[in-house]
T-cell receptor
Framework: LAKTTQPISMDSYEGQEVNITCSHN???????ITWYQQFPSQGPRFIIQ???TKVTNEVASLFIPADRKSSTLSLPRVSLSDTAVYYC?????????FGKGTKLSVKP | ETGVTQTPRHLVMGMTNKKSLKCEQH?????MYWYKQSAKKPLELMFV???????ENNSVPSRFSPECPNSSHLFLHLHTLQPEDSALYLC????????????????FGPGTRLTVT
């Protein structure tokens, strides 16, 4: 059974780098890894996507090792506004599986 | 604003009622999705329409019936629901699925909070 596992919650302070890891042991060859962010009373919002190695955009980096059994979302220098739930999504066409989400709390 | 709107935002219905959820996207996308989000459970993909054809139906009970009359509108018709169907129902849209390509970026609406009494 395909599963995506991530920590339930994490705490951080403003200005720190935060790394959230997602485990997807039986990832399929065609699966990509995508991360979404969700604030209360809103739908999830796309952050970043990758297949392997490292991907970086203006808000985050995504590290995927060669075996692709896990992935790590890295948020540089978080601020209070980064407090949200972060979802790891694995999948390919027609087969999308979300993790349960990691609630990140950023404190001043 | 993500360009995806959902109505109503809140809905309370009895187990014998029939109601419909509506989703509309203004992004020119060709794929639309329904998700269920319950407390303590991951987002569950219910239905996917790509180019107005249903391409995914993840063993969803028949009391949920989707309808996609065109690429901008998506409905979820509800009848004889159970209390465990109470959840946040999210709609999303994206460019269409293309074989061999990564899953397209999805744009989510704010959701409809459904309570079944």
């Amino acid at each position: 059974l395909a599963k995506t596992t991530q920590p339930i919650s994490m705490d951080s302070y403003e200005g720190q780098e935060v790394n959230i890891t997602c485990s997807h042991n039986n990832i399929a060859t065609n699966d990509y890894i995508t991360w979404y962010q969700q604030f209360p009373s809103q739908g999830p919002r796309f952050i970043i996507q990758g297949y392997k190695t490292k991907v970086t955009n203006e808000v985050a980096s995504l590290f995927i090792p060669a075996d692709r059994k896990s992935s790590t979302l890295s948020l540089p220098r978080v601020s209070l506004s980064d407090t949200a739930v972060y979802y790891c999504l694995r999948g390919s066409q027609g087969n999308l599986i979300f993790g349960k989400g990691t609630k990140l709390s950023v404190k001043p | 604003e993500t360009g995806v709107t959902q109505t109503p935002r809140h809905l309370v219905m009895g187990m014998t009622n029939k109601k419909s959820l509506k989703c509309e996207q203004h992004l020119g996308h060709n794929a639309m999705y329904w998700y269920k989000q319950s407390a303590k459970k991951p987002l569950e993909l219910m239905f996917v329409y790509s180019l107005e054809e249903r391409v995914e139906n993840n063993s969803v009970p028949s009391r949920f019936s989707p309808e996609c009359p065109n690429s901008s509108h998506l409905f979820l018709h509800l009848h004889t629901l159970q209390p465990e169907d109470s959840a946040l129902y999210l709609c999303a849209s994206s460019q269409e699925f293309m074989g061999g390509s990564p899953p397209p970026e999805q744009y989510f609406g704010p959701g409809t909070r459904l309570t079944v009494t």
